[in-house]
C-alpha cells in the first residue's frame, strides 16, 4: 500500500505528558515504523521549540499556557501561511480542538487531504466546566455556549472523527449533536516498553511494608479527575488497612495534599512527581488501581497498570468500565457511593489471582491501534 504523508495537529505537546501526548508520540512512533512519513504542527513556549533542533519533522509555534487548563497552548499567531501543499499531505489529523484544529481546517482548503479528527478530551463535560469556567453564573453560561458552539463547527468540518470508546461516541452524539462518520478506535500503548518488578522488589524500594494494603493513583492531579471523593472515602478505607497513594504532579496537588491534612488522614500520601525510572515500583508496590475520574476518554494509565499485572477500580457508567467488557480485569464501582469503592476494593484484594488483566492490556496495544487508523486514512482516500 501507498505510504503516506500525515500531519498530528495539537495544542497539547511536550515537554508536557498527558494522555493526549502520550497517544499522538505512540502512534506517530508507530507509523513511522510502518514507512509513513509524520509532522506534528504544535503551538508552545521555549522548552517545545528547543524540540524542533532534533525533529525535523516538528513544527512549533509560538503560544501560551490556555487560561483554564494549563497543560494546552494556545498558539498566538497560528502560521497559516506555511506553505501545506509543498508537504503533499494525504491526511490532517488534528488531537485537539482549539488553535491547532483550526489550523488544521485552514490547511486543508489548500490541499486535497482528508481532515480527521480525534475527540482525546471530554472538554464539555461537566466535570471540566464546573472546575475551570469561571464561577460568575451568567459568564459561566455565555463561556459554555461559546464553547459548545465552537466545538460542534470544529468538529463538523472532519471527515471522520476517532472516538477512543463507545462510551465517547455517545456523548458526540448527544452532547454535539454531529452526524458525522465516527470510528471508534482506542488508543494504544506499547506494550513491549512496560517494565515490571516483583512485589517485594518494588515495596523494598519504597519502603513498604509487606503486610500493607496499597490503592494506587497514578496521573495528573487536577480538579476533574474526581480525586476529592477518593480522599473523602479515606477514612472508610483506613477502617479495611487500606493506604492510599497518590502519585502525580499536577495544578490541584496542593489542595488535594491540603484536603487530607484538614481530615487528619493518616493513610494517604502525596509522592508528587514520579520519574520514570521510579515508576514501574510504584505500580509493582500497589494491589489495587484505583482512577476515580468520571472525564477519561479511555485512560492510558489504566491500560498500563493491567499491562503490569493489575487490577483496576473505575467508577460506573464511564469510558473505563468498558475495559471490563472485554475481560474480568477489575471491578466496577458505584460512583455516588464510597462505601460501594471500598467493597470493591476489598473484593479485587481478596481475590487478585482470579483477573486476567494482561489479556485485556493486550487488545490496546498501538500496533492494534494503528491497524485501525491506517484502515480509517485508505478508507477515507479511496472515497
Not at 532534533?54 to 494556545?74: A, C, E, N
Not at 506499547?190 to 509487606?210: D, H, P, Q
Not at 485485556?360 to 492494534?368: D, G, I, L, P, R
Amino acid at each position: 500500500m501507498k505510504k503516506l504523508r500525515i500531519v498530528f495537529y495539537t495544542d497539547s505537546y511536550l515537554p508536557s505528558v498527558d494522555g493526549v501526548v502520550t497517544s499522538i508520540l505512540n502512534t506517530r512512533k508507530e507509523l513511522e515504523r510502518r514507512g509513513h512519513e509524520v509532522y506534528v504542527f504544535t503551538a508552545g513556549t521555549k522548552e517545545t521549540k528547543m524540540l524542533q533542533k532534533k525533529d525535523k519533522h516538528l513544527v512549533v509555534m509560538g503560544g501560551v499556557h490556555f487560561r483554564s487548563y494549563p497543560q494546552y497552548t494556545i498558539a498566538m499567531r497560528p502560521e497559516f501561511q506555511i506553505n501545506i501543499q509543498k508537504l503533499r499531505p494525504d491526511i490532517l489529523h488534528f488531537h485537539t480542538p482549539f488553535s491547532m484544529g483550526f489550523l488544521a481546517q485552514r490547511h486543508q482548503k489548500f490541499t486535497d487531504a482528508k481532515l480527521v479528527s480525534t475527540l482525546h478530551t471530554l472538554v464539555f463535560s461537566e466535570e471540566v466546566l464546573s472546575s475551570y469556567l469561571p464561577k460568575n453564573k451568567f459568564l459561566r453560561i455565555f463561556e459554555r455556549l461559546l464553547l459548545m458552539r465552537y466545538l460542534r463547527w470544529i468538529y463538523r468540518k472532519s471527515d471522520a472523527i476517532i472516538a477512543p470508546s463507545q462510551y465517547v461516541k455517545r456523548l458526540i452524539k448527544e452532547k454535539l449533536h454531529l452526524k458525522n462518520f465516527i470510528e471508534v478506535i482506542p488508543s494504544g500503548i506499547c506494550l513491549n516498553k512496560i517494565k515490571k518488578v516483583s512485589r517485594f522488589e518494588a515495596r523494598k524500594k519504597l519502603g513498604i511494608k509487606n503486610y500493607e494494603k496499597i490503592l494506587l493513583y497514578f496521573g495528573r492531579v487536577s480538579p476533574e479527575k474526581n480525586l476529592k471523593f477518593l480522599i473523602k472515602a479515606a477514612k472508610l478505607f483506613e477502617k479495611k488497612d487500606f493506604r492510599i497513594i497518590i502519585a502525580g504532579g499536577g495544578p490541584y496537588l496542593e489542595k488535594c495534599v491540603a484536603m487530607a491534612t484538614k481530615l487528619n488522614l493518616k493513610n494517604v500520601s502525596f509522592p508528587g512527581f514520579i520519574p520514570e525510572d521510579l515508576i514501574k515500583y510504584y505500580y509493582g508496590a500497589a494491589d489495587v488501581f484505583c482512577n476515580p475520574s468520571l472525564f477519561e476518554t479511555l485512560s492510558l494509565v489504566d491500560i498500563e497498570a493491567m499491562a503490569r499485572g493489575l487490577p483496576i477500580l473505575v467508577p460506573d457508567h464511564s469510558a473505563q468500565a468498558e475495559f471490563l467488557l472485554h475481560g474480568r480485569c477489575g471491578e466496577v464501582f458505584d460512583r455516588r457511593s464510597k462505601k460501594d469503592m471500598v467493597k470493591k476494593a476489598i473484593k479485587i484484594f481478596e481475590n487478585c489471582r482470579r483477573y486476567s488483566t494482561y489479556k485485556v492490556a493486550e487488545m490496546f496495544s498501538v500496533k492494534t491501534s494503528v491497524d485501525k487508523i491506517l484502515h480509517l486514512y485508505y478508507s477515507l482516500l479511496k472515497a
